[in-house]
């Protein structure tokens, strides 16, 4: 089986897959640290978590100030965030509550990143979330505005949208509490978000499509991962 690589998992963790919330009653799921399903979200991901990727932070040549502030905003998002998905795990009432609180704190923290970050820098971030997030960047509202989204193509975005949620729903309640199936787990959610993104991009034109792969701008570079050399570690410190 062909194995993910870490770049794959983080992406997980960046849609809010991997940290969906599933309710002692199997319903109610929520998703920490993302605003995919929901809607009206320009940063349907966390920003604190990407700018954490040795490779984008090269990408953006972002000085040692600006790390050291992105490592403590990000140790502060992680903290507060797990603290409010515990709360979420004691029924649905509660898991509501939270997923509306991660989403609230989500939404702070990606403005406070990026504040840290130059008008040049935010918009190579962009141009890098297009590149990795892909067509689950498209339930961002000034992504449908700029690519010029018509009513009918915003709804069928929103419907596979909130399709990719009753799925996640389901893969986590199919692993739920099952430690020895959390790669399968991770192989499930990584595959739909993949999904997802097709049939994002799908409802796009082609002069829609043409200009989303301008707008993607110079692909960015990764580390090969046998590369002895690549620094990987902050990738796995996004969860």
């Known amino acids: 089986m062909k194995y993910l690589t870490p770049l794959a998992f983080v992406l997980l963790a960046l849609t809010g897959c991997s940290t969906a919330v599933q309710s002692q009653s199997g319903t109610g799921t929520l998703m920490a640290g993302s605003g995919v399903t929901t809607g009206g979200d320009d940063h349907p991901g966390s920003v604190a978590v990407l700018l954490g ?4 932070r090269q990408d953006l040549k972002l000085s040692s100030l600006q790390c050291t502030l992105l490592d403590s905003l990000r140790s502060e998002y992680k903290s507060r965030a797990r603290k409010i998905t515990a709360i979420g795990m004691d029924g649905e009432d509660a898991a509501l509550r939270a997923g509306w609180d991660l989403r609230k704190l989500r939404k702070k923290y990606n403005e406070r990143a990026l504040a840290v970050l130059s008008s040049s820098q935010q918009d190579r971030l962009r141009q890098i979330e297009r590149q990795q997030l892909k067509g689950n960047l498209l339930t961002s509202p000034t992504e449908q505005q700029l690519l010029g989204l018509s009513a009918n193509q915003q709804q069928q975005i ?27 787990k991770d192989l499930s959610l990584h595959n739909l978000q993949n999904q997802t993104s097709r049939q994002m991009l799908a409802v796009l034109t082609d002069k829609q499509k043409e200009s989303w792969l301008i707008l993607s701008g110079q692909k960015m570079a990764l580390p090969k991962i046998k590369d002895p050399d690549a620094q990987t570690k902050s990738v796995f410190e996004g969860y």
Do not use: G, M, R
């Not at 990727?53 to 984008?56: A, H, K, M, S």
């Not at 729903?169 to 959390?182: D, G, R, V």
């Open 53 to 56: 990727l040795d490779p984008v």
């Open 158 to 184: 929103a419907a596979i949208s909130a399709s990719k949620s009753s799925q996640i729903a389901a893969i986590n309640a199919k692993y739920n509490n099952s430690l020895a199936s959390s790669f399968l």
